[in-house]
């Protein structure tokens, strides 16, 4: 069957594609929307995976939108679908199901999938990653009757679901190989506090220590082999190592690849029809002058809407400033900005307490990122401040007080 | 269920059933109420549920908590007397009636 639906097509029904679909139509967009997603679930916020989903055996998803949304802003969604190819030439895809469907325009929303530990043991039962509900389901229904869990990686997802382990009352792990957590995404202080906030909930950390072997008993996960030659016995492991942006169906079609779907600022790939977004494309940012791909809900949604506005017929660069945030138990870390180049980072402790409550990152006079810790109005200031292109000067970021900030940046 | 009402940004008035127990913010983005995106999902950081309550119920909305004041405070749609951030409050009987205009983002 050669679907005569044109229009937009959407690959994906996470957190860009969903957003994508909201706003064509809130932009007045009248010509045929389709969502389709290999993930079967309803769209569903993928955040709370690793957080308050893991807390109570019985939390709900949360969904995006509303079970009539899709049907009342006339967006036709294919959930438990998988678009198989593109021919770009005919501006056709392929699904699953053998169907066909052309656009006028693509979207490629297709995230990330996890990486898998390649260690000898790496499929045992037991051992599992955490990206989509049916991962989430898998990992919380392990836990009930689970004593010990060993988390492979120290990055957010990893630490988050560290520390919801842990409040479940099991013990819990973490082993990684670098020197300190959180890699490139948070800075030494960040890292630190949160380690201790971690150990301080009976966490173990491991770090600059890497696994050799994943190793069974009666055919499940039993224990992890650190490359020093000790086990660690254990009854489920989670591999939170990263993520591989989704590009298989890009490259297939021949689109540019370099590390994820390489776009334009108008977010369109080397094909004008198609558009990438989210946690698979690589786009042009201005400052640095390369090429960057980032994994957050925000910088998904912001894309979302100006590949929304570009189709709508409004062409439009992709510009905002990336924030992010993560709860490590009862941490709120917040993120605005990319600290990477700074020369300069102002460490603010919270006057009560001493401890650290923002990290300011600077290049020469020029603001690059905030990172903060439980101190959201600051973190709001900051994505203003950054937005604007208004530094503070040294001495007025280290007095520590938002509202003189905030009377500096609006005045 | 209770009656909302919210003024889009486009300035279309829209009545909603929401149902109790959910936050104001899912119940607006259950119906699909234009301009709030509820990036965060309801953990008070992203500010796109922010409204102003234009008509605010007999008995008044719940106090607001600390976070929610301190991200409205700093937030760059500037804080009005009204504001709120919709997925900070839960809908209950009493608030039947209300109607906000939304602000988002
Ligand atoms: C457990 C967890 C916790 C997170 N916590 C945070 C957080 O606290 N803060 C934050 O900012 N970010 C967080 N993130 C990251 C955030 O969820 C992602 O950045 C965001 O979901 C990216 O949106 P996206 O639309 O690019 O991709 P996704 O939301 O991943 O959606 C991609 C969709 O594409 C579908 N798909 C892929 N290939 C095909 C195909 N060929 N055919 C059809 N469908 C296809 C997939 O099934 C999927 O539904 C978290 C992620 C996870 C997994
Ligand atoms: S939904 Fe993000 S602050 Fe309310």
Redesign the pocket.
């Known amino acids: 069957m050669a679907g005569v639906l044109r229009g937009t097509v959407i690959?994906?029904?996470?957190?860009?594609?969903?957003?994508a679909a909201v706003n064509l139509r809130e932009n007045g967009y009248d010509r045929p929307v389709t969502l389709?997603?290999?993930?079967a679930d309803f769209?569903y916020?993928?955040?709370?995976?690793?957080?308050s989903f893991m807390k109570t055996p019985d939390a709900p998803l949360q969904p995006l939108r509303g079970p009539s949304f899709f049907d009342d802003t006339a967006i036709t969604t294919r959930l438990g679908?998988?678009?198989?190819g593109i021919d770009r030439a005919a501006r056709r895809i392929t699904l699953?199901t053998g169907e066909t469907l052309d656009y006028e325009a693509l979207v490629l929303?297709?995230?990330?999938?996890?990486r898998k530990l390649t260690v000898p043991g790496a499929d045992l039962p037991g051992v599992h990653h955490?990206?989509?509900a049916e991962?989430?389901r898998a990992l919380r229904g392990a836990l009930d009757g689970a004593r010990r869990a060993v988390i492979v990686g120290g990055g957010?997802?990893g630490l988050?679901?560290a520390a919801m382990l842990a409040a479940r009352g099991l013990e819990v792990t973490v082993v990684e190989l670098a020197e300190r957590l959180l890699g490139r995404a948070a800075s030494a202080q960040v890292a630190a506090a949160i380690a201790a906030d971690l150990e301080g909930q009976g966490v173990t950390l491991l770090t600059g220590t890497g696994v050799a072997a994943l190793e069974a008993e009666a055919g499940r996960i039993a224990a992890v082999r650190l490359g020093d030659g000790r086990a660690l016995p254990c009854d489920l492991v989670l591999a939170g190592i990263g993520?591989v942006p989704?590009v298989?169906?890009a490259e297939a079609a021949g689109l540019e690849i370099d590390n994820g779907i390489r776009v334009d600022a108008r977010l369109a790939t080397s094909d004008l029809a198609i558009f990438a977004?989210?946690?698979?494309?690589a786009f042009p940012h201005a400052a640095s002058g390369r090429h960057l791909r980032?994994?957050?809900?925000?910088?998904?949604t912001d894309q979302?809407r100006a590949v929304a506005r570009t189709i709508s017929g409004t062409e439009t660069d992709f510009a905002a400033v990336p924030?992010?945030?993560?709860?490590i138990g009862e941490t709120k870390l917040q993120i605005a900005g990319l600290a990477e180049g700074s020369d300069r980072s102002l460490r603010i402790a919270a006057p009560d307490t001493g401890a650290l409550r923002a990290v300011y990152h600077l290049k020469g006079d020029r603001l690059l990122a905030v990172e903060t810790l439980n101190s959201a109005g600051e973190h709001m200031l900051a994505r203003r401040m950054l937005a604007l292109g208004k530094t503070p000067d040294a001495a007025l970021i280290e007095a520590g007080d938002i509202r003189a900030m905030k009377a500096f940046v609006t005045g | 269920m209770i009656k909302l009402t919210f003024i889009e940004p486009s300035g279309t008035s829209r009545q909603i059933d929401a149902a109790l127990g959910t936050s104001i913010m899912q119940a607006a983005t259950a119906a699909g109420v234009q301009g709030i995106a509820a990036e965060?999902g309801g953990a008070c950081m992203c500010a796109t549920c922010h409204c102003l309550v234009v008509e605010a119920p007999a008995a008044g909305l719940p106090e607001m908590t600390e976070t929610e004041r301190d991200v409205l405070e700093f937030t760059s749609e500037e804080m009005q007397e009204t504001s709120r951030l919709t997925c900070q409050i839960a809908v209950a009987e009493d608030l039947a009636g209300t109607v906000f205009k939304v602000v988002g983002r």
Do not use: M, Y
């Open positions: 690959v994906g029904a996470g957190h860009g594609g969903t957003q389709i997603s290999a993930d769209p916020h993928k955040p709370p995976l690793s957080k679908t998988r678009v198989t699953s929303a297709t995230g990330t999938v996890a955490l990206r989509t991962d989430a957010f997802i988050e679901a993520a989704e298989g169906l977004i989210g946690d698979c494309c980032l994994e957050s809900v925000q910088n998904a979302a924030w992010f945030w993560s709860d | 965060c």
